[in-house]
């Protein structure tokens, strides 16, 4: 019963002086132990690891603070010692009558109390260094928070105004996060009278590091329109997602995204547009309530090197709608096969008015699963 670097484990021994105290000193004393008698708890030395304590020294009053501060066995001489019960009430279940009859199991008694002591103090002390770093951890989450929720208004601010009219098309969008960031991004702006050019992109993921890439995105996307006049409109669409999936790459951040990227020719009344993957595909609404499923294919941006994307077009009536989403919007529908779920999606388009309608026929109950964007694009207005 010696300590961990081997020295002798002091024993505190609390009774009355005597033959009766000498006798359970001299019982307990042997190489691995040395015994401290004393006549109160007052007087017990530094240093003591484990207390035996007999019923006749010490007072009612005492047994609690004695088992607050050392692991302890208490000793009588018989069971009906009316003093053992205030020692049990206090906590200290481990006692032994007529001590110096039964040794071996005084000895035992001092060890499992030793062991269930050192045992209370190493998880009390795990307890608070767990609370302790449950509060940082509580901390740095808040901040974590706030990050986010600014990260997330400051995106916000970079998407364009929502129900703006351009070259006789009005864009209406509603884009919600999963969480305070999003991966879904777009963008819309005029060239000209005659031309205008809109992307709508879903990064991979949710989060911070998607977030991050619609920023590229906007970057890039503003660098292209300053060398507009370098393109064709059936061209930039191409060359654009060409750029992104090479700056995606060149990146290293393991980030890719479906992107749909359109030119509209006012004059020609013309939807030039190239597809990176993009899912659901966008629908075209005429004003009798004819679907339109947008043709055409593409690889994500940002997974294939030397990818080539295809261009499209399709002729716009003189009333019309193109609906675009998020994949986070199959998440929202029912049906098990994604054909199912498409098809649930178109019948809730022909039943909406506006992206917000469409949003409220969604089952939405909680927390989004992922990031969901609606748009549309409306026209042609005149004026």
Known sequence: MADEQGKRLLIGLIDLVGSRRDALATLLTDERCAVAACDSIATLPSGVAVVVAHVEAVASQEWARLAECLPTVVVAESRGDECLLPAVEAGLVDYLIAPREH????RSLLKRAAEHHQLAHEHAKARARLEELNEHLETHLAM?????LAGGQIQQRLLPES??????????????????????????????????????????????????????????FARAIRHWEEHTPETFGPEWLALLNRELLDSGIGKHATVLCGVIDREAATLHYTLGAQLPMPVLVSPEGGIQVLEGSGRPVGLFPGTRYPAYRVALPARFRLWLASDGVLECLPGEALEERTQALHQRILSSEDVQGLRRGLALDGELPDDLTLMTLTGFHDG
């Open 163 to 220: 129900g703006q009219r351009i070259n006789g098309i009005r864009y209406d969008y509603c884009l919600s996060p999963s969480l305070y960031l999003s991966g879904d991004f777009l963008e819309y702006q005029a060239i000209d009278e005659r031309f205008s050019l809109f992307y709508f992109a879903d990064v991979s993921g949710h989060g911070a590091s998607s977030a991050f890439v619609t920023v590229l995105l906007k970057l890039l």
């Open 144 to 148: 974590l928070r706030q990050d986010q």
């Open 103 to 106: 040794g071996s199991v005084l």
